[in-house]
C-alpha cells in the first residue's frame, strides 16, 4: 500500500523594509503603494498559498542617531492594509504582526475580527511583544514590558526567562471576547480580570466566521516554544539546516500533548528565501550575487556595529572584524532587533572569520544569511518537499528579495512542479485560512 506523500503549507511574507530586500534591482518598486501589495498578494492566491504575511514596524528605526535607510519610506499599518486586500482577493489568508504590548485586548480583537467577517473567515494574528522603551515612546504610556514577559522574536532567545504570562494572557482574553458570542448570534456579556488585563462589558461583533482568527508566534528560546505549544496555531521560525529543523519540529511538537493538543494542531513554518536558475550552477552564482547586494559594504558596517555596540566607521569592510571586544551602547542601534547577546555573537563571527578566511563583509553575509533554497526549480521542489517529508516543517514562509514581483517565478515554475509531485494543492478546498493549514475551528467556551 502506497502512502500519499505529506501535504505542504506555503505563505508569502511581503517583502517591505526588510534588509533582505534589494531595492537597488531596477525592477524594484514601491513597499508602500497598495499595488504592490496588490501584486503580491493576487500571486501567492494564483500560486494556492495558504496566506499573505505582513511585518510591523511601530517606530522608525535608529543607527548612530540616523534614521534607518531602509524605514525613511515608511511603514503602513498591517490590519489597514490587509482590509483593503479583503476586497481583491476571494481565498488568500491574510495574516498581520501586531504588537501586543502596545495594544488592548478589546481593541485589537475587534480588529482582527472586523478583518476576518470582512474577509470571510481568513484573518490570522501573527502575535510580537516588545521590551523596547525607544519605540514605547511613541504610545502613550511611554512604557515597555520586562524582558521577563515577552515572547522571543525570531532569532533572540534569551535564557533566564519565566513564562510569557502577558502574551498568554492577552491570546487568551482576545478569544473570550470572540466567544462571547454564541455561534447562533446571540451576543452575551463577558468579564476577564486577571493579572494583566481587567475587562468586562459586551463584544461588538459576533463569532468569527472560523471561529477565531488564526494565531502565529514567532519565537526559538523555551519560553517561545512553550508559549506555541500552548497557544499558537502556525509558528514562524528559522533553521539552517535539515537537522536543526527536525530537532526544533520535534521539541515543539513534543510539548502539544501536555495541553491535549495533537501535533497536527500546531503548523511549523519557518522563514525562508529562495534563488531560482535554469540550472543549479545560474541559481547558486545568482545567489552569491544577491548577497553582495543585499549587505553592501554600508549595510555589513550596520551589521557590525549592531552587534559590538560601537562606532566602527574607521574599519574597513574588506578588512578583518575588530580585535577589541564589543560594549554595551543602547544608544547606538534603536528600535532593530538584537542579533543575540554581544560577545556569544562576536565570539561565532570570530571562530567563522579565522576558519574561511573571511572579512567583516564575507563574515556578515554568511553569518547572517537566511535558510535559502537555491537551484533549478527542480531542485527547490524536492528539497522543500524533503524538509516537510523528512520532519523539519509543515511548510515555508517565503521571503523574496523583490518588492512586489518576488514571488512571480516562484509560483510560475516551483508550485507546478510541487503539484506534480503530488505534495501541494492544484485548488483551494476551502474558503478559510483554517480551512487552508487543515485546523479545525475553535470549540466555542461560551
Request: proline share 6%; hydrophobic share 40%.
Amino acid at each position: 500500500m502506497t502512502t500519499a506523500p505529506k501535504q505542504l503549507h506555503l505563505a508569502a511574507h511581503f517583502p517591505g523594509v526588510n534588509n533582505t530586500t534589494v531595492w537597488a534591482d531596477p525592477r524594484s518598486g514601491s513597499q508602500i503603494d497598495f499595488s504592490s501589495f496588490e501584486h503580491l498578494a493576487r500571486t501567492a492566491e494564483r500560486g494556492l498559498f495558504d496566506f499573505f504575511f505582513l511585518a510591523e514596524g511601530l517606530r522608525l528605526r535608529e543607527h548612530n542617531g540616523l534614521i534607518h535607510d531602509l524605514d525613511v519610506v515608511g511603514r503602513p499599518e498591517s490590519l489597514t492594509v490587509l482590509n483593503a486586500l479583503a476586497a481583491v482577493t476571494e481565498r488568500l489568508g491574510l495574516a498581520a504582526t501586531v504588537n501586543a504590548t502596545f495594544n488592548e485586548p478589546f481593541e485589537l480583537a475587534r480588529r482582527l475580527a472586523t478583518l476576518d467577517h470582512l474577509s470571510e473567515g481568513r484573518a490570522g494574528w501573527n502575535v510580537v511583544t516588545s521590551s523596547d522603551a525607544f519605540t514605547g515612546e511613541n504610545f502613550r504610556r511611554g512604557g515597555y514590558l520586562d524582558r521577563a514577559e515577552i515572547p522571543q522574536v525570531l532569532g533572540s532567545a534569551r535564557t533566564g526567562e519565566t513564562p510569557l504570562t502577558r502574551a498568554a494572557e492577552f491570546v487568551a482574553t482576545a478569544r473570550e471576547l470572540w466567544d462571547s458570542w454564541t455561534p447562533d448570534g446571540t451576543p452575551r456579556p463577558f468579564a476577564h480580570h486577571g493579572e494583566h488585563f481587567s475587562v468586562e462589558g459586551e463584544f461588538t461583533l459576533p463569532r468569527c466566521p472560523q471561529g477565531h482568527p488564526v494565531v502565529i508566534q514567532a519565537g526559538d528560546s523555551a519560553e517561545g516554544r512553550e508559549f506555541a505549544a500552548s497557544a499558537a496555531d502556525v509558528v514562524f521560525t528559522r533553521h539552517g539546516t535539515l537537522e536543526a529543523g527536525r530537532t526544533f519540529y520535534a521539541d515543539v511538537k513534543g510539548r502539544l500533548a501536555k495541553y491535549g493538543r495533537e501535533p497536527d494542531e500546531l503548523k511549523i513554518m519557518p522563514g525562508v528565501g529562495f534563488v531560482l536558475g535554469d540550472t543549479d550552477a545560474e541559481a547558486r552564482e545568482k545567489a552569491a550575487a544577491l548577497r553582495l547586494q543585499q549587505v553592501s559594504p554600508q549595510n555589513a558596517m550596520l551589521a557590525l556595529e549592531q552587534v559590538w555596540g560601537r562606532d566602527l566607521s574607521s574599519y574597513d569592510p574588506d578588512g578583518p572584524l575588530p580585535e577589541a571586544d564589543p560594549v554595551p551602547d543602547p544608544e547606538l542601534v534603536q528600535g532593530r532587533v538584537r542579533l543575540g547577546g554581544p560577545l556569544a555573537v562576536a565570539a561565532r563571527w570570530r571562530a567563522l572569520s579565522r576558519q574561511k578566511g573571511l572579512s567583516i563583509r564575507q563574515t556578515v553575509i554568511e553569518a547572517t544569511t537566511r535558510q535559502s533554497f537555491v537551484g533549478s526549480p527542480g531542485t527547490v521542489a524536492a528539497e522543500l518537499a524533503g524538509f516537510v517529508a523528512a520532519g523539519a516543517a509543515d511548510g515555508f514562509i517565503l521571503v523574496p528579495h523583490l518588492t512586489p514581483g518576488g514571488l512571480d517565478d516562484f509560483v510560475d515554475r516551483v508550485v507546478p512542479l510541487l503539484q506534480e509531485r503530488g505534495v501541494f494543492r492544484s485548488a483551494y478546498t476551502g474558503s478559510t485560512l483554517r480551512s487552508h493549514l487543515g485546523l479545525a475551528e475553535p470549540v466555542w467556551k461560551g
